[in-house]
């Protein structure tokens, strides 16, 4: 056996206890926005009141993470810190998947360096932290790509399918379906078609709508399309909640339905009224995307990650940069290719949309796994070593 294994194993217990020390923030009374609406749908699905936020069907939320808290709740019982022990053994699990990713790269080195790079990315242990869906994205984010590198199509078109379940926009990693071998394409679809069917089916006959996803297109668009967003230096590049905004406030009582239709007629109103501005609009998300370097979630977290936030995210986009310059220098393009396809979908809903470093963060495994790579080419040829193995 590796000696790789065994060295991964302290790793990962860094990882879980750092995501665990923050289980103790997260009470109930604390828990507000999206943690407070995952907690509420796994907290009525067990008791029997179904998939429902407050009041009605919970529209806005996809099912495979609130079904999978719920579960975990059936084991330890409905409280948020057992929550928390879900997200940070999904962190825990990233890692081992980062370290997998790693060695089809670079091999040992590159595997244990990236692992350890996610193993303390303060982003992604605030992530872990909370009861959001993101954990598990990235978790499968990370696994996606390993099925890219291994070209496993079927794999990779059923994982699209569970991912779509957990965020919308989890679709868009279909692409990478065009980088498989055309005689499994047909059956992956199947697959995908499968996983995503029983949700359709519910959508259509709870929202009237054919799609997987869920109907927020409203909110989605008036949130970015706004006088204020336009406007306000402090909400440049930045996603509001329509019920904050003057344009959406005249249909926030409306039912659920109604109210996401007349958002999205404000919505494309305001790009009517705005058509030169848009470029401007989604040049500022981008930036955003980019260059924010600080995710707060709600509650807060230790401050002590938040003030370490801004360090790592310099020292990982600037070895990140420095990995993609030794990869072109190497003519190694698979794994830059195989990045830039599943990083393409999200930087187009964050241009058109959001603007978030909150989209960013499943990313920072694979920018860890770039930055591994001139790290360990570092450490290797500084020692008078030879190269670590290139992939098969």
Request: with cysteine; net charge positive.
């Amino acid at each position: 056996m590796h000696r790789s294994p065994f060295r991964l194993i302290p790793i990962l217990l860094l990882a879980f206890a750092l995501r665990l020390s923050g289980a103790h923030t997260n009470s109930r009374p604390v828990l507000q926005d999206d943690h407070l609406d995952y907690h509420r749908i796994a907290e009525n699905l067990l008791n029997g009141t179904g998939y429902v936020q407050i009041e009605g069907f919970a529209y806005g939320r996809q099912p495979a993470w609130p079904i999978l808290l719920a579960g975990v709740y059936v084991i330890g019982g409905v409280h948020p810190e057992i929550g928390i022990w879900a997200t940070a053994l999904l962190g825990m699990l990233t890692v081992a998947a980062t370290w997998r990713v790693g060695r089809l790269i670079g091999g040992e080195g590159v595997g244990l360096l990236a692992a350890f790079f996610v193993a303390i990315d303060p982003f992604l242990i605030v992530q872990d932290q909370t009861l959001l869906s993101e954990s598990l994205y990235t978790f499968g984010l990370t696994v996606l790509l390993w099925m890219l590198l291994r070209r496993r199509a079927v794999a990779y078109g059923l994982l699209t399918g569970l991912l779509t379940l957990v965020r919308s926009n989890g679709i868009g990693l279909v692409i990478g379906l065009l980088l498989m071998p055309r005689k499994r394409l047909a059956l992956a679809l199947v697959w995908l078609g499968l996983v995503l069917l029983p949700w359709t089916i519910r959508n259509v006959t709870v929202a009237g709508m054919f799609s997987p996803l869920a109907p927020q297109s409203g909110q989605l668009l008036l949130g970015s399309y706004n006088n204020f967003t336009l406007n306000a230096p402090d909400a440049f590049g930045m996603w509001l909640y329509p019920k904050e905004l003057p344009e959406g406030q005249p249909y926030a009582a409306l039912p659920y339905l109604e109210r996401e239709r007349a958002w999205a007629n404000a919505a494309f109103s305001f790009m009517g009224q705005h058509t030169g501005d848009l470029p401007v609009m989604v040049g500022r998300r981008l930036a955003r995307f980019a260059l924010q370097a600080a995710y707060v979630p709600r509650p807060a977290p230790d401050t002590r990650l938040l003030l370490f936030q801004p360090i790592y995210f310099l020292f990982l986009l600037i070895s990140t940069f420095e990995g993609v310059a030794l990869l072109i220098l190497q003519r190694r393009w698979r794994p830059l290719r195989l990045i830039a396809v599943l990083l393409l979908p999200t930087l187009i809903i964050v241009a058109a949309l959001y603007g978030e470093a909150r989209f960013r963060t499943p990313y920072h495994p694979m920018f860890a796994c770039i930055s591994a790579v001139f790290y360990n080419w570092l450490w290797i040829n500084l020692r008078g070593k030879r190269k670590g193995r290139r992939i098969r």
